[in-house]
Nanobody, 116 residues
Framework: QVELVESGGGLVQAGGSLSLSCAAS?????VGWFRQAPGKEREFVARINWSGGATAYADSVKGRFTISRDNYKNTVYLRMNSLKPEDTAVYYCAAAVGPGMQYGYWGQGTQVTVSS
């Protein structure tokens, strides 16, 4: 059983930056960030593998967001730059605990609001 706790959300003006953290209670393999805006379905944002050597991003955030991890701290980060109002959403992290496994663990989410 792995617990995930997100933090770092808040209110920021368009063009600003925020850094989110996802702290895990144990070891994780692939970790992903997802977001869900009001009235919309949850969507993929970014993911990172165990070593941090492989990352992937949604086209909508590519070049603006950076995912990274510190395995000593069991924490994954999402650095968000050049934020836009359309980035407003609840951001969730999710973890798979082994290679090829699905995301079996989810955090409670953290709100990010970008004002225009």
């Amino acid at each position: 059983q792995v617990e995930l706790v997100e933090s770092g959300g808040g209110l920021v003006q368009a063009g600003g930056s925020l850094s989110l953290s996802c702290a895990a209670s144990g070891r994780t393999f692939t970790v992903g960030w997802f977001r869900q805006a009001p009235g919309k379905e949850r969507e993929f944002v970014a993911r990172i593998n165990w070593s941090g050597g492989a990352t992937a991003y949604a086209d909508s955030v590519k070049g603006r967001f950076t995912i990274s991890r510190d395995n000593y701290k069991n924490t994954v980060y999402l650095r968000m730059n050049s934020l836009k109002p359309e980035d407003t959403a609840v951001y969730y992290c999710a973890a798979a605990v082994g290679p090829g496994m699905q995301y079996g663990y989810w955090g409670q989410g953290t709100q990010v609001t970008v004002s225009s």
